[in-house]
């Protein structure tokens, strides 16, 4: 079933994306055939300047090619005083004629748009609304040429002035009218539906916490129903404990002045102090970091430690600004949030757009502005952190939950084709790990399409991966230096044959069609490496597929407890090759492979102070393990057969949810 969604009022000087495109598209249509583009020295062509744009549909002609070359398609358009007014004009010498507005015009001046202002036709800018330069009057006059509106035109789009409303037009996409209709679930229980219509209710323009909290609703339908009493826990647990949203004014390398919003939810601290992600992203808003902070609770719920769950960001678009710019960016941002930092309060740790050197001035201002420098914030590998394996044990922990699975099948990773989305730091972790586990790793893939080598990935192509990441250049390349790789532009990578999906991208990145796509391709195993990949068609897809699916709460504890570790005993100062290289070793590969993840046992701080050896061989993996054991013990608990693909999905969230439900109520009403 659908439901509308009431969105909040339109600032008209930023247009949606996605509804300038839809605009864009409709006056592409209705245009038709051809235009020109350019014409001889005097005023505009009439014919143009009264050519319907938008309330007549785009005609066929029927004239041969003989009465097409009159150009008389347009003029057929006219009322029949002004077709004789125009037949007694003399004609216009013509350079060139531009064919086919949607395929080349079109294409390459995207946002731009025809209509008439003041009698008069013009090509706007899709963004601001106005023609010509910077925001002013067309500076060639109204007697200018259409060849030379649009030189005006590309002048104006790439000025100061455009570039700021095209950055506030993509920072401003929660003020947005939201479209897009939620999908809500049919739910058994009316207690469970009355939690989700409350939280519509409350947040209706929030898509992304009201599909995380339809997820969640859906797992726990079946505890709900045996004790109406969590209805109101979890009216509570989906309320955040604390929302900070701030301003962040910053100053780039030309001296002007930005300005970016700033957010921090701290979701839940029943269980201890919240840890969480921090992401810089134009499409950031309180929707997402809400429901990244809902999924971070219920993460470290699963963990072996007493943790909250939190989120947070910015706007900020790290991409294409400078080591200073962002400098003074993260510093801004610390300004307002030391406040509510601490070992005991609240850490961030690295997410989309946010990386060593982002965490380094983060912290490097926090400890300037605390006055002490007790605890690190998990993430960066700097020399006053200690050995950051966040990231590492996060991707690799995702394989290594793949591994639990197939073991529990009779199989083994070794020889199947995965598929795995994104090119980030977890990404190429999963691939690494994939590699040394004997897997076949064909595809990653960024903003702009994906990568295919059918020859599979090894250590010397992932070395070469990381090394394009890190000039910033495009997955394109690599296909140039190896010849049976293929990049495919604006796609997506599900439809590879593949044994087993890795998505690590960002949410709702698989479709229902992507779901489809995926199924037909043989995958039967989804590991969710980013938070929510799925969306709830998609879901309903892969579930009926029987595709089993490992969520991101449960195969993502690794990086929490490496994290936490980190942060305990941020003393220890391992080299990142040495730690690699331990890694490598074929006989111990699991034991040190996964030692920061499972080494939790309560002589920990002696045994990180020695030099590994072969009495810690029984604490490998166990982090991990226990939180899939835990995750298919409490869906047996409650009626989901170890075979269902949605066993490990609602073990997870149950065994989550009761354990911090547990603490709400010994705590009381706070």
């Given at each position: 079933m659908l439901l509308p969604v009431v969105g909040l009022e339109m600032n008209s000087a930023m247009d949606d994306i996605s509804m300038i495109q839809q605009r864009h598209h409709l006056v592409v249509r209705e245009l038709g055939g051809e235009i020109d583009l350019e014409i001889g020295p005097g005023d505009d062509d009439p014919s143009f300047s009264h050519t319907p744009l938008i309330t007549v549909p785009p005609q066929e002609s029927s004239a041969d090619d003989h009465e097409e070359n009159k150009n008389m398609a347009i003029v057929s358009h006219l009322q029949s005083e002004d077709q004789e007014l125009l037949k007694s004009l003399p004609a216009k010498r013509k350079k060139k004629v531009v064919k086919r507005w949607r395929e080349e015009w079109a294409d390459t001046y995207k946002w731009a748009y025809v209509d008439v202002k003041e009698g008069t036709t013009r090509i706007f800018c899709s963004i601001c609304r106005e023609y010509g330069r910077k925001h002013r009057r067309n500076p060639y006059g109204n007697e200018g040429s259409r060849n030379m509106q649009m030189s005006a035109?590309?002048?104006?789009?790439?000025?100061?002035?455009?570039?700021?409303?095209?950055?506030?037009?993509?920072?401003?996409?929660?003020?947005?009218?939201?479209?897009?209709?939620?999908?809500?679930?049919?739910?058994?229980?009316?207690?469970?539906?009355?939690?989700?219509?409350?939280?519509?209710?409350?947040?209706p323009n929030e898509l992304e916490f009201i599909q995380s909290v339809q997820e969640v609703i859906h797992a726990l339908e079946r505890v709900i129903s045996k004790n109406s009493g969590y209805v109101n826990t979890m009216e509570r647990l989906l309320e955040p404990e604390r929302t900070i949203i701030f301003r962040v004014p910053w100053v780039d390398d030309r001296g002007e002045m930005h300005v970016n919003r700033g957010f921090r939810v701290q979701f839940n601290q029943t269980l201890g102090p919240c840890r969480g992600g921090l992401r810089f992203h134009p499409s950031m808003n309180l929707s997402i970091a809400k429901f990244l902070g809902f999924q971070q609770t219920l993460r470290t719920a699963l963990s072996p430690y007493r943790l909250g769950g939190a989120s947070g960001g910015s706007d900020f678009d790290p991409k294409g600004k400078s080591d200073n710019e962002i400098m003074h960016f993260c510093q801004s941002y610390m300004d307002e949030l030391y406040r509510y930092m601490g070992p005991d309060k609240d850490l961030p740790s690295e997410e989309m757009g946010v990386g060593t050197r982002e965490m380094g001035f983060l912290y490097g201002q926090y400890r300037r502005l605390a006055g002490h420098s007790q605890g690190s914030f998990t993430g960066p590998r700097l020399n006053w952190s200690g050995s950051s394996l966040r990231t590492e044990a996060m991707g690799y922990g995702l394989v290594f939950f793949a591994q639990l699975i197939l073991a529990d099948m009779n199989k083994e990773l070794k020889g199947l084709r995965c598929v795995v989305s994104g090119s980030g730091k977890i990404a190429m972790h999963v691939l690494e790990k994939l590699i040394a586990y004997g897997a076949l790793p064909i595809t990653v893939?960024?903003?702009?399409?994906?990568?295919?080598?059918?020859?599979?990935?090894?250590?010397?192509?992932?070395?070469?991966?990381?090394?394009?990441?890190?000039?910033?250049?495009t997955l394109r390349d690599y296909s140039k230096t190896y010849a049976r790789a293929k990049y495919y532009d604006e796609a997506k990578p599900w439809n590879e044959r593949c044994d087993v999906a890795f998505p690590c991208a960002s949410q709702n990145e698989i479709d229902h069609n992507d779901a489809i796509t995926l199924v037909n391709s043989g995958c039967r195993i989804l590991i969710e490496g980013s938070n929510m990949p799925c969306t709830p068609e998609a879901m309903d897809v892969l579930k009926g597929a029987n595709v089993l699916i490992a969520p991101s709460i449960a195969a993502g504890t690794g990086g929490v407890v490496a994290g936490e570790l980190e942060l305990k005993e941020y003393n220890l100062n391992w080299a990142p090759e040495d730690f690699e290289s331990k890694l490598q070793a074929r006989n111990n590969f699991s034991l040190y492979f996964f030692f920061f993840i499972g080494a939790i046992s309560s002589n920990l701080c002696e045994s990180i102070g020695q030099p590994f050896n072969m009495r810690n061989d029984k604490q490998p993996f166990e982090a991990i393990k226990q939180t899939y054991q835990r995750a298919l013990k409490t869906a047996a608990e409650f009626g989901y057969q170890k075979e269902s693909p949605e066993a490990l999905i609602h073990g997870a969230v149950i065994s989550a949810f009761l354990t911090i439900a547990s603490g709400m109520s010994e705590q009381g009403c706070v």
């Open positions: 035109l590309e002048e104006h789009n790439n000025s100061l002035l455009h570039k700021e409303a095209l950055r506030l037009q993509m920072a401003s996409k929660d003020k947005i009218i939201a479209d897009k209709p939620i999908y809500v679930k049919a739910l058994m229980s009316k207690s469970a539906g009355s939690i989700v219509e409350a939280a519509l209710k409350r947040d893939s960024d903003s702009k399409g994906y990568l295919v080598d059918e020859d599979g990935f090894d250590f010397m192509k992932l070395s070469f991966l990381r090394d394009i990441k890190a000039q910033h250049r």
